[in-house]
């Protein structure tokens, strides 16, 4: 075997929880192999590069090695190489407590105070 469907290895190594789900990713543009927008029925080879958006992020997997059926996860991992770059964390925002109501004057007066506005 020197190639597999590449739906089916999304699958099999656990990205997609369903592999009709690893066919909709592909036909939604979600999986590209080689920078181009693959079908779900395009092969992939040891030692391409996919790119795949999950959640609204792209995973960058290289693979590995070739499965069909799906595996358990540490075996699974086994099958791809991940190349994403780490996340940046999300900005600090100053939050309000929901439901304590309206600032006090005292409040306002600070809140002014920090924003510049005396």
């Known amino acids: 075997m020197d190639s597999v469907r590449v739906d ?3 699958w099999a190594i656990r990205a997609y929880k369903t ?7 592909c036909r939604a543009g979600h999986v590209r192999v080689g920078g181009e927008k693959a079908k779900a029925a395009q092969a992939v080879k040891i030692g391409d590069e996919l790119r795949v958006r ?7 997997l290289v693979v590995r090695q070739l499965i ?7 075996v699974a991992a086994l099958a791809y190489e991940e190349r994403t770059p780490p996340r940046d964390p ?3 925002v100053a ?6 109501g309206r600032p006090t004057k005292r409040e306002r007066r600070d809140i002014d105070r ?3 506005r005396d």
Not at 68 to 74: C, I, M, N
Not at 95 to 100: E, F, N, Q, T
């Open 19 to 25: 592999r009709s789900a690893a066919t909709t990713a």
């Open 90 to 92: 999300a900005p600090k």
């Open 8 to 10: 089916s290895w999304l």
């Open 54 to 60: 999950i959640d609204g992020f792209d995973r960058i």
């Open 68 to 74: 069909v059926k799906r595996v358990g996860a540490p």
């Open 95 to 100: 939050v309000r407590d929901r439901g304590i």
């Open 114 to 116: 920090l924003r510049g």
